[in-house]
């Protein structure tokens, strides 16, 4: 299935964290705080400005980017779990 979120919004796909520590601890999934890291899948066209015109995001898709601890909205798209969240809701775009 296709998906397109509108005008803001950013469709990610999390990034799963490291399993072991620095020092080689392995760390189990119950202790595993979920990634702030995630791809970006699909942008919307862009907000409307004050004056009516749309203003393209800043992000893309492929983007690595780094968002909030409880940014976004968790959805189920053919059976992979994604987050909608708006372009605010991101903190950065890592290089």
Not at 28 to 42: F, I, L
Not at 64 to 82: A, M, N, P, Q
Request: proline share 3%; aromatic share 4%.
């Amino acid at each position: 299935m296709k998906f397109r979120p509108l005008h803001d919004r950013v469709l990610v796909k999390r990034i799963d964290a490291e399993e072991k520590t620095a020092g080689g601890i392995i760390i189990p999934d119950t202790a595993k705080e979920k990634p702030m890291q995630g791809e970006v899948v699909a942008v919307g066209s862009g907000a409307r400005g004050e004056d009516g015109k749309v203003v393209a995001l800043d992000v893309k898709a492929g983007d690595r980017i780094l968002f909030g601890k409880w940014s976004g909205t968790e959805v189920k798209i053919d059976g992979e779990e994604l987050l909608i969240m708006k372009e605010s809701d991101i903190l950065g775009i890592l290089a």
